[in-house]
């Protein structure tokens, strides 16, 4: 995800100053009696965040998590244990100020660039663009984005927020567009739908990009993002195995019930993601406020899969992108590819497919799915292209624990929603997680940032 975002530093400076904090060394005992206890939910970065905060803090911190290992939606898998690849998040976006690029210096993590420009783009025939499509696209990008930037602007008035879609459909004037321009136009859509994860039909056209803005390239792991949270989980008690399924806070402090036993503490911090609230699988008691059960609901929660090939030898071109533009009846199948040979040194390219293709992607096999992707690569490198040695593909919608791979400013729902769902019950119950952060949901700063916020919640 996100081609786009190189912006300005703004939205991270606030939380600079604990995020240096996090990791320290330094003993911070607090004093006598204000030592509190408290139970984060989840061991993904905005969990590991809060209690890594706490716990330099000389707090009494005790993580749990649903699965058997750290890290949640980012995960790097070492299947291939010369080519360690990442399944979950990817890319540092936009390094300068961005406290995960702090966290991966300090963890000794290796990374390396990647440009959006540094991309060879494919028509539905297979062959690369010539200038007049390249043109075409460049002509139709500027008059969405035009467009978009309008809607954004009408949030001062009364005029009625729209999807995406139809204020992109109307600026291009869709229904008199030749087939070949409805295509242009439908992949141009679906770079949206890749980094934002919902449907061109169900983000808002008026909030879809309501981000901290970011100046910096965007960096990859060629070692794997995990170093990051391994990083930070360094001394912290976590449990894993330790589904919640229980939350009550009807007396003092909280007990928070797992499948296994039950847990009291004077805090917890909840930072499931956005899909499992949704989900009901968690009993709140007494119930959440209405402010923030409208916000569980509205908000959107999107697909992004991924799908690693791994091939006996190269046979595409050496940029960082590769794009193919899909027919008009396969939107969005199998349009975007990174040269993961740059990243891992190893014949692999990894394929992105988002929103609704990528919803439906998990309800088929993977053989299937080798097999269209095949399809696709063969339709713009030629028949003799072979087939992969192996594939790595991610199914994040249907996963329990994530149910999607990242929120959405969904038709219907406003910004404001976030800080409902950010806002903490009786200084008892505190949420974090990258859906909870009104300005760069989403993200891997995003989910750090917020668990910093819960944990000053806590400290004072
Ligand atoms: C495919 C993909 C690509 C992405 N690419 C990028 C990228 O390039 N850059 C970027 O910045 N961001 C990216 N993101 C988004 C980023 O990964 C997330 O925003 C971030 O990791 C979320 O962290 P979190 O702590 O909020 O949630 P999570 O990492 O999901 O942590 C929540 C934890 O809660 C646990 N949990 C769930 N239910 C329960 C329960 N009942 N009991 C106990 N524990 C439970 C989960 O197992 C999980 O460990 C991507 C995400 C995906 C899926």
């Not at 008026?206 to 391994?230: I, M, S, W």
């Not at 008690?237 to 296994?260: I, Y």
């Not at 009786?426 to 944990?455: C, K, P, Q, W």
């Amino acid at each position: 995800m996100n081609r786009r975002r190189f912006l300005r530093a703004s939205g991270l400076s606030a939380l600079t100053t604990l995020a240096a904090a996090a990791c320290n060394t330094d003993d911070t005992t607090p004093p006598a009696g204000a030592r509190r206890s408290v139970i984060v939910v989840g061991a993904g970065i905005a969990g590991l965040s809060a209690a890594r905060a706490l716990t330099d803090r000389g707090h009494d911190v005790m993580v749990l998590e649903a699965r058997d290992r750290i890290g949640g939606r980012i995960r790097t898998s070492d299947q291939w244990p010369d080519a360690p690849v990442d399944l979950g998040a990817s890319w540092i976006h936009g390094v300068d100020g961005n406290p995960i690029a702090d966290l991966a210096r300090r963890a000794g993590a290796r990374t390396i660039p990647t440009g959006a420009d540094d991309n060879t783009v494919y028509g539905t025939d297979g062959h690369r663009v010539g200038q007049d499509s390249a043109d075409r696209i460049e002509h139709w990008r500027n008059a969405i984005a035009a467009a978009l930037a309008e809607a954004q602007d009408d949030a001062e008035d009364e005029t009625p927020d729209a999807s995406l879609r139809s204020v992109a459909e109307h600026a291009v004037n869709w229904s008199a567009l030749p087939e070949a321009d409805k295509a242009l136009v439908a992949s141009l859509l679906n770079d949206y739908e890749h980094e934002y994860s919902g449907s061109a039909d169900e983000l808002s056209s008026r909030y879809f990009d309501d981000d901290a803005k970011l100046r910096g390239g965007d960096v990859l792991f060629p070692a794997g993002y995990g170093a990051v949270t391994d990083y930070l989980t360094r001394g912290l008690t976590v449990r894993t195995g330790q589904v919640v399924d229980r939350v009550d806070w009807s007396g003092a402090g909280v007990t928070v019930t797992t499948t296994t036993g039950s847990f009291a503490a004077d805090h917890v911090v909840i930072t499931v993601p956005l899909g499992v609230l949704q989900s009901g699988t968690i009993e709140f008691t007494p119930g959440l406020p209405e402010d923030k059960s409208t916000a569980i609901a509205k908000l959107g929660m999107g697909v992004l899969d991924k799908c690693y090939l791994r091939f006996p030898h190269t046979f595409w071109p050496d940029t960082d992108w590769l794009t193919y533009v899909p027919a008009l009846d396969k939107p969005g199948h199998w349009a975007q590819w990174i040269n993961y040979a740059r990243v891992a040194g190893q014949p692999i390219l990894l394929g992105f497919n988002a929103a609704g293709f990528g919803r439906d992607s998990e309800t088929r096999s993977d053989t299937d799915l080798v097999a269209e992707a095949m399809a696709t690569l063969r339709t713009v490198y030629g028949p003799a292209v072979p087939d992969p040695l192996d594939h790595q593909i991610t199914c994040w919608s249907s996963d329990p624990y994530a149910r999607g791979s990242y929120s959405f400013n969904k038709l219907g729902s406003t910004p404001d929603m976030r800080d409902h769902l950010a806002a903490d019950l009786a200084d008892r119950i505190h949420f974090a997680g990258e859906a909870t952060d009104r300005m760069s949901f989403g993200t891997v700063h995003g989910a750090y940032n917020s668990g910093l916020r819960a944990a000053a919640e806590i400290t004072g």
